[in-house]
C-alpha cells in the first residue's frame, strides 16, 4: 500500500507560481514512477508530468511544457510540481499518483497508475 498526501494548493494570480508537493506515508517514493495529473470540473483527468524512479527522467503533457517542471527530493521523500506562469486554464484539482505496476506510465495514461493522493486544489484568478 502507497499512501501520497499532496499540498500546496491555493489561489494565485494570473502569471504566478505554485509549487505542489506529493509526499508519501510508509514507503519510499523513488521506487516508483510518480505522476502529477489534474481534473478540471466537468473535464477528464488530465496528464500533466511525470518523473521515473531509476534515472530522472521526466516527462511533460505540451499544454504545461515550459512552464511547470517535476522534481524528487529522495532525503525528503517528495515529489514537487514547480507551477510557474500559472494561465486561466490551468486551474484544477491536482493528483499525484504512483505507477507500481504500469509499464508504459511515461505515456500518462491514469489507467498506469495505482495509488493516488486525495488531490490539493489550484485555482487561478485575478
Known amino acids: 500500500q502507497v499512501q501520497l498526501v499532496e499540498s500546496g494548493g491555493g489561489l494565485v494570480q494570473p502569471g504566478g507560481s505554485l509549487r505542489l508537493s506529493c509526499a508519501a506515508i510508509g514507503s519510499t517514493l523513488d521506487t516508483y514512477p510518480i505522476g502529477w495529473f489534474r481534473r478540471a470540473p466537468g473535464k477528464e483527468y488530465e496528464g500533466v508530468s511525470c518523473i521515473d524512479s531509476s534515472d530522472g527522467r521526466t516527462y511533460y503533457a505540451d499544454s504545461v511544457k515550459g512552464r511547470f517542471t517535476i522534481s524528487r527530493d529522495k532525503a525528503k521523500n517528495t515529489v514537487y510540481l514547480q507551477m510557474n506562469t500559472l494561465k486561466p486554464e490551468d486551474p484544477a484539482v491536482y493528483y499525484c499518483?504512483?505507477?507500481?505496476?504500469?509499464?508504459?506510465?511515461?505515456?500518462?495514461?491514469?489507467?498506469?497508475?495505482?495509488?493516488w493522493g486525495q488531490g490539493t486544489k489550484v485555482t487561478v484568478s485575478s
Open positions: 499518483a504512483a505507477a507500481l505496476f504500469g509499464s508504459s506510465w511515461y505515456d500518462l495514461e491514469k489507467y498506469e497508475y495505482d495509488y
